[in-house]
């Protein structure tokens, strides 16, 4: 890639359309196997209102890392943005911020409306911001808030002054800094993940075929078809929801989680929480390669029993 490939001001400029997403029941229950509830026992009573609902439970219970799905388009394609060229093969999910205002209906129509929240010169990589807000159609509140941050590999060095380029519309101190504490973490939760998890997860509506496709993912590194960094989230906030919320996903009104390495399907993910305050620190690792997989936080609205 050259400087030429990016046209800052044609970026910011960029104005995405509306889009709307419409799921139901069905679509939430998808999602909740794709990220493995109910997968470690089928008849676990924390897990099993997500894809199921008995004794009076009038409908399924929605994980707030739905809000990953419910966004899906609603930046568009990204090579879609003028002034935006890059190599899909080298685009990586940097972090993910998620703000929750309500918890998400069982089913619903969602009207998103994104904008380009940030845009930063890395030098040997352009690191796009998209921040996206959804809100129920039919009552109009918003729902929820998405920021999601996008390392272009090779798109580079765009800059036309001395110092790097960057822009951000939102305010610096919107995430919070992380850091792992060096104590014992206060539990830890380990996971399974199937050979088949990213083919079941990319039913959710994320098809990007570096994690189905075998020879997609040798062109960009891999050894073979790597799990989605948003399935490893869900993993690793479904643990802390059922460990330190008693299994009540209503709990949560804040995510982050940065992307540090990629996970093949069928590894272990162990999930390592400490508690600061509203906060839950975490972060997961591959126990089979003994590496730090994603880390971040979880807000939780009120302390807990289990707290």
């Known amino acids: 890639m050259t400087s030429t490939s990016i046209d800052p001001e044609l970026i910011i400029a960029?104005?995405?359309?509306?889009?709307?997403?419409?799921?139901?029941?069905?679509d939430v229950?998808?999602?909740a196997l794709g990220i493995g509830a109910s997968g470690g026992d089928a008849v676990d009573?924390?897990?099993?209102?997500?894809?199921?609902?008995?004794?009076?439970?009038p409908f399924v219970k929605v994980l707030p890392t739905f809000a990953t799905v419910i966004t899906f388009g609603a930046a568009g394609n990204l090579h879609e943005v003028?002034?935006?060229q890059f190599?899909?093969?080298?685009?990586?999910?940097?972090?993910?911020y998620i703000e929750i205002y309500k918890p998400f209906p069982s089913s619903a129509c969602i009207l998103n409306r994104a904008v380009v929240a940030g845009l930063h010169d890395k030098g040997k990589a352009t690191v796009i911001e998209v921040e996206s807000i959804s809100y129920d159609k039919a009552s109009g509140e918003a729902l929820c808030k998405n920021r999601m941050t996008v390392y272009l590999r090779g798109a580079g060095g765009f800059s036309k002054t001395s110092s790097p380029y960057t822009y951000s519309n939102y305010p610096p101190d919107q995430v919070l800094p992380v850091k792992i504490p060096k104590s014992q973490p206060f539990t830890v939760y380990e996971d399974c993940t199937q050979q088949s998890q990213a083919l079941l997860y990319r039913l959710s509506g994320?098809?990007?075929p570096?994690?189905?496709?075998?020879?997609?993912?040798?062109?960009?590194?891999?050894?073979?078809?790597?799990l989605h960094g948003l399935c490893t989230l869900g993993f690793a906030v479904r643990a802390i929801i059922k460990c330190l919320c008693n299994g009540e996903p209503a709990l949560v009104s804040g995510i982050f989680g940065r992307f540090l390495l990629h996970v093949y399907p069928g590894e272990t993910l162990i999930t390592e929480m400490w508690l600061e305050g509203s906060r839950v620190i975490y972060q997961t690792k591959v126990k089979e390669r003994s590496r730090t997989a994603l880390m971040g936080y979880?807000?939780?609205?009120?302390?807990?029993?289990?707290?």
């Open 87 to 96: 190599d899909p093969r080298l685009l990586l999910h940097g972090q993910q």
């Open 206 to 208: 994320d098809y990007n």
């Open 82 to 84: 003028p002034g935006l």
């Open 298 to 307: 979880v807000v939780l609205n009120r302390a807990t029993s289990a707290m």
């Open 210 to 226: 570096l994690h189905s496709d075998p020879e997609f993912a040798t062109i960009a590194g891999f050894s073979r078809p790597i």
């Open 29 to 31: 229950a998808l999602y």
């Open 14 to 26: 960029h104005k995405f359309p509306e889009t709307t997403f419409t799921y139901t029941e069905r």
């Open 45 to 57: 009573e924390k897990e099993l209102k997500y894809v199921y609902h008995k004794n009076g439970q």
